[in-house]
């Protein structure tokens, strides 16, 4: 890309509703992160995110990614991925963990939310884990993707409060809302400081 002008171009992989994947493109559409979303892969069929990508126009794959498939939904994406021109690849709620060989392709590419204040709570269930914990304050991080999951340079973070009589639901829903927010922030910052002259 030409780095004094053009928005980045983003390859976004997730695996499910997609609120993350929507509010990105929302920011996007309000002038508030400049970038593209060129490609939308998703390694589930029924997932959300494919019907709110269609809805958008934005082009979208369903790749099966199971202990049979991994390799190839790898290559398949990163055929993809490279078709389509991406700058970064955006990891909104994708399930799998990516293998070394995809990380190469794309060093320092790859960003991820996670829903808890890292490097606390990492893996599956951190909102669980963190009510179970009995922490007062939470939250989300955005980071760029390693070998180590849930490890990688920290990008931004949200802090949000956990109430005495949360539930993993309340407190899901609260952390996201700030997801929301954090994640186009994130990539316009991490944008800004990698692509931009
Ligand atoms: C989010 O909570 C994100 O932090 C986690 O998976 C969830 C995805 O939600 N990695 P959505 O599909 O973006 O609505």
């Known amino acids: 890309m030409d780095p004094a002008t053009s928005p980045v171009h983003l390859g976004v992989l997730a695996s499910g509703r997609g609120s993350n994947f929507a509010s990105i493109q929302d920011h996007i559409d309000q002038g508030e992160l400049d970038a593209r979303i060129e490609v939308l892969i998703s390694d589930r069929e029924d997932a959300r995110v494919l019907e709110r990508a269609r809805n958008r126009s934005i082009p979208s794959y369903h790749v099966p990614h199971d202990v049979d498939h991994r390799k190839k939904f790898e290559e398949k994406a990163v055929q993809l991925l490279r078709e389509y021109d991406v700058d970064l690849v955006i990891l909104a709620g994708?399930?799998?963990?990516?293998?070394?060989?995809?990380?190469?392709?794309?060093?320092?590419?790859?960003?991820?939310?996670?829903?808890?204040?890292?490097?606390?709570?990492?893996?599956?269930?951190?909102?669980?884990?963190?009510?179970?914990?009995?922490?007062?304050?939470?939250?989300?991080?955005?980071?760029?993707?390693?070998?180590?999951?849930?490890?990688?340079?920290?990008?931004?973070?949200?802090?949000?409060?956990?109430?005495?009589?949360?539930?993993?639901?309340?407190?899901?829903?609260?952390?996201?809302?700030q997801e929301h927010k954090l994640f186009p922030r994130a990539i316009q910052k991490y944008a800004d400081e990698h692509f931009r002259e």
């Open 94 to 177: 994708f399930m799998e963990v990516l293998s070394p060989y995809f990380l190469r392709q794309f060093p320092d590419r790859i960003l991820n939310i996670h829903p808890s204040l890292l490097p606390a709570f990492k893996g599956l269930n951190a909102q669980k884990q963190a009510l179970e914990y009995g922490v007062k304050y939470s939250g989300c991080t955005v980071h760029v993707v390693t070998e180590d999951v849930d490890s990688g340079p920290i990008i931004a973070q949200s802090v949000v409060p956990v109430h005495s009589d949360d539930t993993v639901e309340r407190l899901s829903e609260r952390i996201l809302e």
